[in-house]
C-alpha cells in the first residue's frame, strides 16, 4: 500500500499487489526464526510468513508446502 499526499492535506492510497515469493507443492530448506501463538514454528522468505508445525526455534529444516496464502503459508517437515 502506498500513500501519497494530495491537496488539502489528504492522502491517496494506491494498493500494490505483491508477488508471492512461494508455490503449493515446493520444497524448501528454511530456518524457524520465531514461535506463533499456537506453538507452531515460524520462518519467512523475502517478509512472506511460512508457518511450520512441530518446529523449533534455531532448527534448519526442509519443508513442503501444503497451504498457500495471501500473507502465509504452511508447511510440512520432510527431514
Excluded: W
Aim: proline fraction near 5%; hydrophobic fraction near 30%; charge should be positive.
Amino acid at each position: 500500500m502506498v500513500h501519497r499526499s494530495v491537496r488539502g492535506g489528504h492522502f491517496k492510497v494506491k494498493h500494490v499487489e505483491k508477488q508471492c515469493p512461494v508455490q503449493l507443492g515446493e520444497e524448501l530448506e528454511v530456518n524457524i526464526i520465531d514461535v506463533c501463538p499456537s506453538g507452531d514454528g515460524r520462518s519467512k522468505i523475502r517478509g512472506y510468513v511460512i508457518v511450520v508445525p512441530k518446529a523449533k526455534p534455531r532448527q534448519r529444516v526442509k519443508i513442503r508446502l501444503t497451504q498457500v496464502g495471501e500473507k502465509t503459508s504452511t508447511g510440512e517437515i520432510i527431514e
